[in-house]
């Protein structure tokens, strides 16, 4: 489903990514893990085509199209959804109306009919229900004045109504309580876990593999993937550190 | 003569296919009778002829055009725009056909083709066509310089609203007009307000008789439509005791190459417990991209809060213009009056707005509120000029203030220019100003979750301005957002 080889990128001429090379087949949750700074967050926004990050080499393959030839919104459009480590604030604008807007806009460029207000309603408050999310919260504007555990789960509920096929979740996790991590975690079986989707997890902690269990999992260091392995390799990074098991 | 304006107009009309850029930008083919080009004494008696006016309205222009010889243009505000040529213009233009119309079905179909152009609400269209049920939005439609078509003059008769063109007013009800015309905006207030004394084309009056509710929301279109016309439209509103009424004003200019001046003076007057809500959406042409054309923009609003309780309500969403000079202001002379001013200019490419209010505070107990978001995009200016008196002998003053300015760019500008004036101790002023950049973090976001680069500025711009937006009436807010993103359009990257 996604296949990246041998990718470079840069942020003001400075090499972030140097020859990252990673296959997420469908019907596949990979982790990634990595010491800070290593280039997990540069990854996602790559991914999804941020201004400024620039590929220098490499390509990446999005269900066979090539993902790097296309805008944002078309990335978005195709499937690609990220989960922000720091979603962003719009002020002014309600979750309602940003939510609607980005999905019919989606729907649009795949040649869909657009939701109305009503079906939008309902799909918005199912998905708060799943991530168990107050629909109140959808009424106030996008992130702002949201705790950050509020964020995090405000940017699965955005994620379960988008339905994309592919999700790069970056940090997801930080910043909630035990309880809310349970339920994200679920939150992000129930939505995508399924045969034609996959997902990029990007964590620095065991706890949401315990709920999300991934099928693989990555180390990324150094603006590349240095190791792979099944989820036992999370569990001795959890135990052991970066050094230990990298100089292993 | 008409062969030269057939020829005119048909090159206004090429060039507006060219122009594909500006939405509203074509000419339509009505012929249109002017007066001589220039200025003088004999262009205000022709204007005043040709609307079959009285002796005194005569007296009255003649006075103030001999005010205006006297006077010099102002230069205080932070604009900059060629010496204008006041002989080089038209100041008159009508349609030729001059047509009492029985019901709308009659209406010159190619003035509705303008208005469908012009993208009338579905809603007001139903209103117009009479289908059951619809909103009723009256429509004094101001084509080029003379009312051509007014609605549901019936309607607010039997509640006893007086909605006319300023015209039929000075010969249907000359003791009203006397009354308070020029008492808001005396005669000799500016340079350009005393032009439009003299030379004031056409425009809108209203009057809401004591403890009436209007009972619809009252709006003008105004357009431009002849080349080289000056555009000088005069409204007056005066709402009696008690007495609500929502007015709306809303424009759009073709494309033109030669700057136009529009120079319009709007007086609103409430009495005791009166409410007055005056929503603006203004899309003069502002020009190309490179700077070229556009409308100079210079207009004088004040209204009065005579009486004790009395409320005015400025909203207003500037997009248009290349040059816009715009103060509306509020003289809070009633106790416990309350001005309010809501405003969202937006600046691209080479447009320049100096504007903001002024509420004078005369009345005790008094009240004001300003909220103004200003947006500059491409090399564009935009000022936010403000002021806050209070009078000596006004005590228990309160006004809340809150200027916000959002670049787009770094080659634009925003600037806030507050003054206050407080003589009474007991004045309690706030005053808040912010300067933003629009984040690349949320033009991203809001790219990632699926809008595209001009969806997603709109969304944040529209966010910016809501405070603003959510003020004005139903009909005018989608129209409003839409114009925010369509004159940012091409700002993004
Ligand atoms: N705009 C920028 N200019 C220069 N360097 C940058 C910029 N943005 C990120 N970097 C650098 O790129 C490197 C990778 O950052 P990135 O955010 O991808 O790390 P990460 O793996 O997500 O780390 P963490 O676990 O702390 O979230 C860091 O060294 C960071 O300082
Ligand atoms: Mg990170």
Redesign the pocket.
Known sequence: MLEIENLTAE??G?T?LNGLTLTVPAGEVHAIM????????????VLGGRP?YEVTGGSVRFNGEDLLDMEPHERAAAGLFLGF?YPVEIPGVSNVQFLREALNSQRKARGEEPLTGGEFLKLAKEKSALLKLDPEMLKRHVNVGFSGGEKKRAEMVQMGILDPKFAVL??TDSGLDIDALRVVGEGINSIMRAPDKAVLL?T?YQRLLEVVKPDKVSI?SQ?RIVQTGGPELAVRLEEEGYDAVMAA | MSEDIDIQDREAREAAEKAAEYEHGWSSDIETEFAEKGLNEDTVRFISAKKGEPEWMLDWRLKAFRLWQEMEEPNWAKLGYPEIDYQDAYYYAAPKKKVELDSLDDLDPEIKRVYDKLGIPLGEQEVLAGVKGAKKVAVDAVFDSVSVATSFREELKRAGVIFLSISEAIREYPDLVKKWLGKVVPQHDNYFATLNSAVFSDGTFVYVPEGVRCPMELSTYFRINAENTGQFERTLIVAEKGSYVSYLEGCTAPMRDENQLHAAVVELVAMEDAEIKYSTVQNWYPGNSEGVGGIYNFVTKRALCQGARSKVSWTQVETGSAVTWKYPSCVLNGEDSVGEFYSVAVTNNYQQADTGTKMIHNGRGSRSTIISKGISAGKSDNTYRGMVRVAANADGVRNRTECDSLLIGDRCGAHTVPYIEVKNPTAQIEHEATTSKISDDQLFYAMQRGLDDEEAMALIVNGFAKDVLKELPMEFAVEAQKLLAISLEGSVG
């Not at chain 1, 990595?34 to 926004?45: D, R, V």
């Open positions: 942020i003001d400075k972030i990595g010491p800070n700074g290593a280039g997990k967050s540069t990854l996602s926004y400024g480590q970056d940090e990007i620095h990324l603006g």
